[in-house]
């Protein structure tokens, strides 16, 4: 590839490339890059070390020609845990309604996953008009919940809404900042992140217990432990990985220095010319 | 008398040492930020600059810019702002990151020119006579897209891959690396807002 066309067909090739990336992940960023500094979480039960007090939010939102006006809802942290966004119009209140509710509050799960397990707390979204008609809302609506991981990086994780007693996984793509993560959702409820693998050392305890815990050994789920999961233990680093990395830093030192020195030699050894 | 020598070519000794200095960089970056060994900004300006001394050890040297480059670079960031601004509009999720503005961004533009320098300048350089221009914006924007999966996953490929592409584009266009880098950390930087 070569001559002045070719800035043009790669420029060209990667609009065509970033244009296809954007349409399958519409809450991606930019540029999945940059530097990411994260607050710590804040939970409903905290882990020992860990931030308490974990808070929801609440919003009324008032309608306009009996349509909802855009919605976004989040909780107070810094770096929010949870959010609900939604396009005006986008929900469905009734006829007689003035305005619409909108709740996020942090609450004990009434399950566990069957696979993986919960990272941070379990948040219950509800929607409601004044009339008190629960709401939900067409696909084409638009409607996201954004939830936040307890320890990013996270690379893997899934949004899951806990319906019928079971969680169920909804589509999740990466915000890719500060380990958020976004689905669109239908129904609201009880939405929380799942992460692969089961946590180590600890688990989210379920609100009820006798209930729930019968129901989770039932479906073969993993059994309870006391406390919320840390998925510093899940992410933890084998001994081995950092003196590792700096051997192959030192090496790819060396590496460059040998080339360095290889091609000066080469350069001493050419063919002096005489210049003219 | 002057002693003229042709450059080497043909060896890909050089790309494969920045390659894997990358490598290890961004493997060194992910432990760091996974265990919490320091705050992000830290992290990213340790990260930043270890980026520019490997590239210095690979020998890469800044050449002279056109007028131009930093317009064009205005111009290819633009487009990636706008394109994401027109498919997030409508999910509007709250992404600031907390904390101070001023070093946030002095890190991450810090970081988006150390990653430009690197590799659509030192390893695009190397690559471009040894493999070809072709294969030099091919391979810089797979090991670009490669390089942000640690910390955000699998799914970010097909669009830091196409990014890659565009940066390289702009080298392409501009002969230098202030385009790409300009673009680079536009994109970065609006991520504060969008």
Partial sequence: MAGRAAPRIVLGIGLVVIVGARLATPAAPPLYDGVVPTEPYVWLDPPPGERGGAQGATAEIALRNGRSALIAVTTPEPEPQAQIFAQPGGLVPSSSATAISVAIKPVRPEGLPTEGHIDGNVYRITVTDDAGKPLTAPVSAGVSVVLRVSRPPVADATIARFADGAWQRLKTSSTGFGGTFISVVTAFGDFAVILPGSAPSASVAPAESAASTASAMASGSPSIPASPPSTRDAAALPGWLLPGLGLIVAGAGAGAWVVRRRRNARYRGARPMRRR | ?194
């Fill in chain 2, 1 to 194: 008398m002057t002693t003229v020598a042709a450059r080497p070519s043909g060896s890909l000794s050089r790309p494969v040492v920045i390659v894997v200095g990358l490598a290890a960089i961004v493997g060194l970056r992910w432990a760091a930020t996974i265990s919490a060994a320091a705050d992000a900004i830290a992290i990213g300006l340790i990260f930043g600059l270890g980026l520019l001394g490997l590239a210095a050890i690979a020998g890469w040297r800044p050449a002279s810019e056109r007028r131009s480059s930093l317009v064009i670079g205005v111009a290819g960031g633009g487009v990636l702002v706008v394109l994401a601004m027109a498919t997030r509009a409508s999910l509007a999720p709250s992404l600031a990151p907390p904390g101070p503005f001023v070093p946030w961004a002095g890190v991450t533009v810090l970081v988006a020119s150390a990653e430009e320098i690197l590799l659509r300048g030192a390893l695009f350089d190397e690559l471009e006579r040894t493999i070809g221009v072709g294969l030099a914006v091919v391979a810089t924007s797979l090991v670009f897209a490669l390089m942000h999966v640690p910390l955000y996953g699998w799914g970010v490929l097909p669009l830091d891959f196409g990014v890659g592409l565009w940066f390289a584009g702009l080298r392409l266009a501009t002969g230098g690396i202030a385009a790409p880098a300009m673009a680079h950390a536009m994109a970065d930087l609006a991520t504060w807002w969008l």
